[in-house]
T-cell receptor, first 109, second 117 residues
């Protein structure tokens, strides 16, 4: 079966760095996405990785290792507004998105 | 980035009535749109894949006669919740992928909070 695993909840301090991991097992791979979702709102796109390596975009970076079925989202210089759920999703061989359950990130002052 | 507009953002309806939710891609053509349902503190659950000009593909366990999907044009898909009941109260979200230029990211509508009373 297809499976996406990510931690349920993480806590970090304002100004610090946090890494949210995602492991996956899917039928085929056509890229991995990270989305941010604030409570009561729809997800917003953060990053897309299809090749191995690190993609940096401002305070957010995303890493992919296809051989390990592993990705992480790295958030630097955390701000209170970064408190949200972070969803990992993999596009399978049929170009369908398989979603993880999301990681709730709590930022403390 | 591409914009997907979903309407209405919130709706309250009486049990037994039907509710229509619209999803529009504003600056790109979407041959395929996706409808999700999300319960509180849970991830997105794919309900169906909406294909322009053909019948939608429903996920296992989703009643196609209850959740009617119409994708009549390349920019509009609608989800109608028929004979709504309180257990249908949820957050419904549509998404579409802009595949022009090799893009593959999915863009989401704002979501619709449905409350059935």
């Amino acid at each position: 079966g297809q499976n996406i695993d990510q931690p349920t909840e993480m806590t970090a301090t304002e100004g610090a760095i946090v890494q949210i991991n995602c492991t996956y097992q899917t039928s085929g791979f056509n890229g991995l996405f990270w989305y941010q979702q604030h409570a009561g709102e729809a997800p917003t796109f953060l990053s897309y990785n299809v090749l191995d390596g690190l993609e940096e975009k401002g305070r957010f970076s995303s890493f992919l290792s296809r051989s390990k079925g592993y990705s992480y989202l790295l958030l630097k210089e955390l701000q209170m507004k970064d408190s949200a759920s972070y969803l990992c999703a993999v596009m399978d061989s049929n170009y369908q998105l398989i979603w993880g359950a999301g990681t709730k990130l709590i930022i403390k002052p | 980035g591409a914009v997907v507009s979903q309407h209405p953002s919130r709706v309250i309806c009486k049990s037994g009535t039907s509710v229509k939710i619209e999803c529009r891609s504003l600056d790109f053509q979407a041959t395929t749109m996706f409808w999700y349902r999300q319960f509180p503190k849970q991830s997105l659950m794919l309900m169906a894949t909406s294909n322009e000009g053909s019948k939608a593909t429903y996920e296992q366990g989703v009643e196609k006669d209850k959740f009617l999907i119409n994708h009549a044009s390349l920019t509009l898909s609608t989800l109608t919740v028929t004979s709504a009941h309180p257990e249908d109260s949820s957050f419904y979200i549509c998404s579409a992928r802009d595949t022009t230029g090799g893009h593959t990211e999915a863009f989401f509508g704002q979501g619709t909070r449905l409350t059935v009373v």
